[in-house]
């Protein structure tokens, strides 16, 4: 699930894209020209409160062209983000669009399965080339913020364990810098890079319990604890972006990615926790509970488990009584 930008100057093809972005649970804002393309890019960009993976970009705008869309954003904001979907071929089209970073290009009309292909194409290229790096970066930067650490012993948490992922953690990420300059910008074998460096985070015993003081600020259900427990098991990387991102939230709570949920939960919100998760919590009085956090691609499924549970929170501290 991605969230993705149409600008598009016809009515019927920004519908066509719309039908098949909504088939694959894409969520998507529509812009006929240039203006309104820049309006939709500024108010994601808005605390990032909710940032587009991907704009689906028509050279021919009327008396407009796609390539004004650099005038306006500029290039670094574009790079990695735009697949031009266009009826003019040239090489010297692909070549300009190539300069700014576009990701794909495709010719009207465009078939669903080449559609949908493109798509699927843009995206995992744009995660080897911005949203692993941010990720890991994220993850990295919880090492800066290790004196919330010294609460350990006293909570009588496995300190030795919990140190020692900290310590896997920074040699894996040296590690894996080393490893991306040697791929040269080749996307298969920077690929090869970050998995290496997850499978390494993977292969550590460590402990979950390391997250309980990035937590005392919050209180917690049974389910989030839960979801915490299983990407501590599958995926090592999200359990430190999560707690990067636990502190940003406890110092300001409502500055930061924040996005309150559609589809009919009421009263719940969500953080967006790096490219792949989110974090879902309500607020009573001046709590923040923390309720699930999951792969922002079972969204769906979660807002349904919100509407229907209502869970007792707790105070992180009583899992270690």
Same mark, same amino acid.
């Given at each position: 699930?991605?969230?993705?930008?149409?600008?598009?100057?016809?009515?019927?093809?920004?519908?066509?894209?719309?039908?098949?972005?909504?088939?694959?649970?894409?969520?998507?804002?529509?812009?006929?020209?240039?203006?309104?393309?820049?309006?939709?890019?500024?108010?994601?960009?808005?605390?990032?409160?909710?940032?587009?993976?991907?704009?689906?970009?028509?050279?021919?705008?009327?008396?407009?062209?796609?390539?004004?869309?650099?005038?306006?954003?500029?290039?670094?904001?574009?790079?990695?983000?735009?697949?031009?979907?266009?009826?003019?071929?040239?090489?010297?089209? *692909?070549? &300009?669009? /190539? +300069?700014?970073?576009?990701? $794909?290009?495709?010719?009207?009309?465009?078939?669903?399965?080449? %559609?949908? =292909?493109?798509?699927?194409?843009?995206?995992?290229?744009?995660?080897?080339?911005?949203?692993?790096?941010?990720?890991?970066?994220?993850?990295?930067?919880?090492?800066?913020?290790?004196?919330?650490?010294?609460?350990?012993?006293?909570?009588?948490?496995?300190?030795?364990?919990?140190?020692?992922?900290?310590?896997?953690?920074?040699?894996?990420?040296?590690?894996?810098?080393?490893?991306?300059?040697?791929?040269?910008?080749?996307?298969?074998?920077?690929?090869? *890079?970050? &998995?290496? /460096? +997850?499978?390494?985070?993977? $292969?550590?015993?460590?402990?979950?319990?390391?997250?309980?003081? %990035?937590? =005392?600020?919050?209180?917690?259900?049974?389910?989030?604890?839960?979801?915490?427990?299983?990407?501590?098991?599958?995926?090592?990387?999200?359990?430190?972006?999560?707690?990067?991102?636990?502190?940003?939230?406890?110092?300001?709570?409502?500055?930061?990615?924040?996005?309150?949920?559609?589809?009919?939960?009421?009263?719940?919100?969500?953080?967006?926790?790096?490219?792949?998760?989110?974090?879902?919590?309500?607020?009573?009085?001046?709590?923040?509970?923390?309720?699930?956090?999951?792969?922002?691609?079972?969204?769906?499924?979660?807002?349904?488990?919100?509407?229907?549970?209502?869970?007792?929170?707790?105070?992180?501290?009583?899992?270690?009584?």
């Amino acid at each position: 699930m991605a969230h993705i930008l149409i600008v598009d100057d016809e009515a019927h093809i920004r519908a066509e894209w719309r039908t098949r972005l909504l088939r694959e649970n894409h969520t998507f804002i529509e812009a006929k020209d240039i203006d309104e393309a820049v309006d939709a890019i500024e108010e994601s960009q808005k605390n990032d409160h909710d940032p587009f993976d991907l704009i689906l970009l028509d050279h021919s705008l009327g008396e407009e062209q796609g390539l004004d869309l650099l005038d306006e954003v500029g290039k670094d904001y574009l790079q990695h983000r735009v697949l031009v979907i266009t009826g003019h071929g040239t090489t010297s089209l *692909a070549r &300009e669009y /190539a +300069s700014i970073g576009a990701i $794909g290009h495709l010719i009207k009309p465009v078939s669903e399965a080449q %559609f949908y =292909t493109a798509i699927a194409s843009a995206l995992e290229r744009r995660k080897i080339q911005v949203e692993e790096k941010e990720d890991w970066e994220s993850a990295y930067a919880v090492l800066e913020n290790l004196g919330v650490l010294e609460s350990l012993e006293e909570l009588k948490t496995d300190s030795i364990k919990v140190q020692e992922q900290y310590e896997v953690l920074k040699s894996t990420y040296d590690q894996l810098l080393e490893d991306l300059r040697s791929a040269g910008g080749q996307e298969y074998k920077m690929a090869t *890079a970050y &998995e290496k /460096a +997850s499978q390494s985070l993977n $292969g550590v015993d460590g402990s979950v319990e390391g997250i309980i003081p %990035f937590l =005392t600020k919050f209180k917690i259900t049974k389910s989030f604890w839960s979801d915490v427990k299983t990407i501590f098991k599958k995926s090592r990387l999200y359990f430190f972006v999560l707690q990067n991102y636990l502190i940003r939230i406890a110092e300001n709570p409502l500055a930061y990615r924040i996005k309150h949920l559609a589809g009919g939960a009421d009263g719940h919100y969500e953080y967006r926790i790096g490219s792949e998760f989110r974090l879902y919590f309500r607020k009573e009085a001046d709590d923040i509970i923390l309720e699930r956090f999951a792969n922002k691609n079972i969204q769906p499924e979660i807002i349904k488990f919100l509407n229907n549970t209502q869970e007792t929170p707790f105070a992180p501290q009583q899992l270690l009584s």
